[in-house]
Structures are given as C-alpha cells and as structure tokens.
C-alpha cells in the first residue's frame, strides 16, 4: 500500500494566522483526500484533489478557508486560513490504493489554535 | 444523505472475544472498512469486506455483512490490551467520493 507522510505532525498557531499541511505520497495516486477529526469526534470529508483541476469541496467547507494544491500526482497541500480555536483539530489526508488496501491515511497534523 | 452509525463505547475483558457494531444507510456502498485508532496515532486499515461478500476472516477478526439490514460487525478474538483504541466503520461509495465514518467505538479492555 502506499505510504504517505504529512507534515507538520502537531502545531500550536495563534488565530488569525494560516497553516499549510502537506502530504507527500511515494506513488502516483490520481485523487487524495482531505480529513478533519474535531476533538472527540470522527472524521469529517473536507474535500477531495484531483491532480491538474480544483479541489471539490464537501457541504460547509469552502475554498477560501481550505485552499488545496494538487500540482503534481504524489503531493497535496491543505491551508487552513485566517484560524480561529473552533479549526483545532486533527487533519489527515488520504489516497485510494485500491480495494486490497482500502483507503490509506497520513499520521496526521494536529492544530491547535489559541 | 450517507450516514454511517456506531455505539460509542465497548467494554470487555481480557480474552474474551469483542464485537462492534455498525449500520449504514447508503445500499450502493461497494466497499466497507474498520479503522483502528489508537491514541495520539494516525488511522490503520485493519480490514475491509466487499458488497458481494457475507463473511470474511482474518486472523482474529471476523467481519459480518448483512446487506439486507444494511448491518456490519466486527469480531476481535481472544481480546488482548493492546485491541484499545477507537474503532471506525466506514463506508465507500466509489473512488471520487472519500470515506463516511462512523462516530468511533471506544474499546475498553478490563483485566
């Protein structure tokens, strides 16, 4: 299955402020996945990134507060922008590896905004 | 719209085997998974069924479709401490769509 590595894996941010996740893929993968685990809770679709087109976001996420890079097939980019303490979270991006493997996730960014 | 269902917290002891329950709503699911969660760490595929399929084991998990009741378990044999964690039911409708997830169950193990 793939593996994918996310960065950074915690941070504390002041609001206001923007943050960018990446994750990085070591294989070619057309579509990844964006996530978001608010405390105590389970995971939440942000939006998915196709690779050379804009992101398609899911109901109550918009762009301007989730920008999504896909530039190339291995790597992803999610900025959470403008925070505020109700985006404190875990966000994971994910990949489709095919059915044998299901849906990997990355280990995940865990935010803190104060 | 999908919804994926879940009780929040399982308790059982030591040895004894574990059993988590999940209902789903979406009937064109092609794909469904259990996810583990341990504390602090990211999310692990532990096993998935297909749509076509009623049973299937691995070691000791056994996974139980009811299609029919839109009803999916998941067996942990012979519970051990190191089973602790969340456990996620999803579901996937196909490759452009992601994951729904359940809410989680909390596996508590007693001794």
């Known amino acids: 299955s793939a593996v994918i590595s996310q960065k950074p894996s915690r941070d504390i941010c002041q609001r206001g402020t923007s943050l960018t996740i990446q994750c990085q893929v070591d294989?070619?993968?057309?579509?990844m996945f964006w996530y978001r685990q608010q405390p105590g809770q389970s995971l939440t679709l942000i939006a998915t990134?196709?690779?050379?087109?804009?992101?398609?976001?899911e109901s109550g996420f918009v762009i301007d507060k989730f920008p999504i890079s896909r530039p190339n097939l291995t790597f992803s980019t999610l900025t959470v922008s403008n925070m505020s303490p109700e985006d404190s979270s875990i966000y994971l991006c994910s990949v489709e590896t095919g059915f044998n493997y299901g849906y990997t996730f990355g280990s995940g960014t865990r935010l803190t905004v104060v | 719209g999908e919804d994926v269902e879940q009780s929040l917290f399982l308790s059982v002891r030591e040895g004894d085997s574990s059993v988590i329950n999940c209902t789903y709503t979406d009937s064109s699911s092609t794909y469904l998974y259990w996810y583990k969660q341990e504390p602090g760490a990211g999310l692990q595929l532990l096993t998935y069924?297909?749509?076509?399929?009623d049973m299937k084991q691995d070691q000791r998990l056994t996974v139980l479709l009811n299609k029919k009741d839109k009803h999916l378990s998941l067996r942990i044999a012979d519970t051990q401490t190191g089973d602790s964690a969340i456990y996620f039911c999803a579901q996937a409708g196909g490759g452009a769509d992601g994951l729904t997830f359940g809410k989680g169950t909390h596996l508590i193990i007693q001794p």
């Open positions: 294989s070619q993968v057309t579509m």
């Open positions: 990134a196709n690779q050379g087109s804009e992101a398609t976001y």
């Open positions: 069924i297909f749509s076509n399929m």
